[in-house]
């Protein structure tokens, strides 16, 4: 029984949680062949760009041509060295990005073997990787299209409001974020608004372009689609928009991935897998 003081007030509750339904089954199931799609696509992509790690700007590229970013490798005495080129910048790499251990020894490799698909060098492989998966991704984004459609998720979970677009709240939230100060209550049912504009980014801005960037590389997609040279600047230039696609979304990964851990990963975890989420209360229910 809840004591009441003298004057007849019920006395604060204790903070609690509740158990909100987050995810729908659609939502989880595309979420984690998301992850497996965009894990080989990454590695087997790095495989690809083994095969020639340069990218430069226009409709071609060969050795002779300038790059505005190259992974390679070069000799200093006995052994290798490995460095990143972006412009007229050189970093040195060894040990991962240009030159990396293999049996023992540095071996010239733009990505090492642990990263890619397959490990040893070989771009047809990797290649056929790369398309099956590409398209089982493709498949598995229009399935969530069509159900964020549907069901209302967008509108709902995504569109952001007038109110969170303003500056002042954009700014509260990064400083929210930047704080480590993660939502309790009503507000941890929703999204933010730096959640809802990293998705909407995402999904209906990098996604659509990686995509296009990756038919335009294609020469029987160019055969009967030539404007998608025109649109992308030549095959080079879509090649190298293509690859700052994918690792922009692999930095989304990356901080998601940091959010989920420290925002509660057992509770992120558990929402993704039986939609179930706790939310912490500042007041229980009596």
């Not at 659509?208 to 080079?236: C, E, K, N």
Request: charged residues 15%.
């Amino acid at each position: 029984m809840t004591a009441i003081d003298e004057s007849g007030a019920l006395p604060p509750a204790l903070p609690g949680k509740i158990y909100i339904r987050r995810h729908s089954i659609v939502t989880r199931l595309t979420h984690w062949l998301n992850v497996l799609c965009l894990t080989i696509l990454l590695m087997s992509g790095m495989q690809i760009f083994n095969a020639h790690p340069s990218l430069y700007w226009g409709q071609y590229g060969a050795d002779a041509d300038p790059s505005w970013l190259q992974i390679g490798s070069f000799e200093d005495g006995d052994s290798i060295r490995g460095a990143l080129r972006i412009g007229s910048l050189t970093i040195p790499t060894t040990g991962l990005l240009g030159a990396s251990t293999e049996n023992d020894q540095l071996t010239a490799r733009a990505f090492p073997a642990w990263a890619t698909i397959p490990g040893y060098q070989d771009l047809a492989t990797g290649r056929r990787w790369h398309f099956f998966f590409a398209w089982l991704f493709v498949v598995n984004g229009l399935l969530y299209l069509l159900y964020g459609f549907l069901a209302g998720h967008f509108r709902r979970d995504l569109a952001p409001t007038a109110e969170e677009v303003k500056p002042r709240t954009i700014w509260h939230e990064i400083k929210e974020h930047a704080g480590l100060r993660f939502p309790k209550g009503e507000a941890a049912r929703h999204y933010n608004v730096l959640q809802k504009l990293t998705y909407i980014v995402v999904i209906f801005v990098l996604l659509p372009l990686m995509l296009a960037t990756g038919l335009t590389m294609s020469p029987g997609i160019d055969a009967g689609y030539p404007f998608l040279l025109d649109i992308f600047g030549g095959r080079q230039s879509a090649r190298g928009i293509h690859f700052i696609t994918a690792w922009s979304i692999v930095l989304f990964v990356v901080i998601h991935v940091v959010m989920v851990v420290l925002s509660g990963l057992w509770n992120n975890i558990r929402s993704m897998v039986t939609g179930r989420y706790a939310i912490r209360t500042e007041r229980s229910e009596i």
